[in-house]
């Protein structure tokens, strides 16, 4: 880089987002590697401006605008305009684990069925896949099994928050996991019956997403289940775009009610997830359903 041309706004400007975003990647060897284009000018010049950038904004809201609110601005609680729920949390916890029906998952299998067919909306949950008595159509939706034919040809009732997120903080899940928790113990039987957690899914897609965590984006796009915009790899979850609104009001539900353990990274993720991915009419009459079966609301529908 020419002299004159490295002090250019709009190239220091570059390099700084450059060096943050490498930062921010662990990429720390490649970000010095732009400071040295300034030596010993870096540390008057360049630090502070980086420190400005870092007090004003993201990377990602300097360098291209969007719609789209940036986390840092989605209140942790709620605000005139948001879509965050202008509930008080305790009450609405007592309501959940006071509630009188639906208080297992054996129960909350039975009933989540029906729920679905009184509204016509047999259609399993990631990959909208007809279905009938538990049995997809997968024509219906071009999607193909990846291994497990068997399984692909059923649906179960998927937990969108695994039952294991909330069992491995517990004593009973030590000391016989989900078996022993599911039998024993009343707080356990609560979250993995909890109908807000609960979608009719493909077999096959629920075994292999096992218990993994759904994150923003997946390197490669490899679709292993045909039109299914679903990708499971190195133990991470990528979900469809507009399933990821339920998803995040799922588990942001499960944190607030059950205390799902949620690092503030899937927080902020869930609570733009929830902000750009509002709930459907569909969405909120199988809410409405629920929580008439159940006994209590998600507020974030």
């Given amino acids: 880089m020419r002299d004159w041309q490295k002090w250019h706004h709009k190239a220091v400007k570059r390099n700084i987002l450059k060096f943050i975003e490498l930062r921010r990647l662990g990429r720390n060897r490649e970000a010095n590697k732009v400071l040295k284009n300034y030596k010993g000018a870096a540390v008057w010049v360049v630090v502070p401006l980086y420190l400005i950038i870092l007090l004003v904004g993201s990377p990602q809201s300097c360098t291209s605008p969007t719609t789209k609110p940036p986390v840092a601005s989605i209140p942790s609680e709620p605000t005139t305009g948001s879509n965050e729920p202008t509930r008080n949390w305790d009450v609405i916890k007592r309501q959940a684990l006071k509630r009188h029906n639906v208080r297992t998952f054996r129960k909350a299998k039975k009933e989540l069925y029906p729920i679905y067919a009184k509204l016509g909306l047999q259609t399993t949950f990631y990959c909208g896949c007809e279905y009938n008595n538990k049995k997809p159509n997968l024509r219906s939706c ?160």
């Fill in 142 to 301: 071009g999607v193909r099994p990846k291994k497990n034919i068997k399984r692909m040809n059923r649906t179960e009732a998927e937990h969108i928050v695994p039952a294991s997120l909330i069992g491995n903080e517990m004593n009973c899940w030590k000391r016989g996991g989900r078996k022993n928790c599911s039998k024993n113990n009343k707080a356990f039987q609560l979250a993995e019956g909890d109908l807000h957690n609960l979608v009719p899914s493909l077999g096959e897609v629920n075994g292999n997403r096992s218990n993994y965590p759904p994150v923003e984006n997946i390197r490669g796009e490899v679709r292993n289940y045909g039109n299914c915009d679903v990708e499971i790899s190195r133990k991470k979850f990528e979900p469809p775009p507009d399933k990821r609104g339920d998803i995040a009001r799922a588990y942001l539900y499960m944190w607030k009610i059950y205390n799902a353990p949620l690092t503030r990274k899937e927080i902020k993720m869930f609570k733009l997830w929830n902000w750009n991915d509002p709930p459907t009419r569909n969405e909120i009459a199988i809410h409405d359903v629920k929580a008439k079966v159940q006994g209590n609301r998600n507020p974030y529908y």
